[in-house]
């Protein structure tokens, strides 16, 4: 029967191995050793290196999921929601990035980068994407024709702002306040959203 704990410790040793020397140039020894324990123990738990490295990819994708579940279910207006979904969102894959390495390490260029890796993340990113937008329309705020297209939309954008804005090479030159201003702008025109209307919520 697996030990929770000793899971843990493999993903921990080999996380620590990828990012310091590489995917490629990490092997289940290295793992095993790293971790302490045998590499027949290791194997025990994984059956390859790669099975070693979806789970490691799992154990941020998690952190970053219940990071932005719990502004999802925040009681809040679905306007403001989900601007702060998307902020935040961006905001915690950065630090991810930050704690374990740069996008430069292949471990972190790979982790956000592979389909493989990612779909799981993605379709629950979608899915609050699409409750959030439901809630808006439902309260009048958001005029979108379609919820789930709407919801795909955002996320692939979302997506492919994910590599500048971890880079810091994402509005260059403008403050905090002023990114935050276009960034509501692009947002609420998508949800078809007008804050100076009086028939939305403030």
Known sequence: MENPKTRIQFIEAAKTLF??????????????????????????????????FQA???????????????????NMPAQQ???????????????????????????????WGLEHFRKGFDFKQKQMLQNI?????????????SVKRTAEIMHNCMRGFEAPYIRGKLWQGNTREEIRFEARRLIYGALGYNPDSNNNNK
């Open 81 to 111: 929601k989900i601007v702060e979904f998307i902020f935040g969102y961006f905001r915690f894959i950065k630090e991810v990035v930050d704690r374990n390495g740069t996008l430069k390490s292949g471990f972190f260029r790979n982790s």
């Open 19 to 52: 990012v310091k020397n590489g995917y490629d140039e990490t092997t289940m020894i290295d793992i095993a050793q790293e971790a302490g324990l045998s590499r027949r123990t290791l194997y025990a738990y994984f059956e390859s290196k790669v099975e070693v």
């Open 133 to 145: 937008i439901t809630d808006g329309k439902a309260s009048g705020a958001f005029n979108v024709v």
């Open 56 to 74: 490691v990819i799992n154990n941020e994708v998690e952190k970053v999921l219940a990071q932005l579940s719990e502004i999802a279910n925040q």
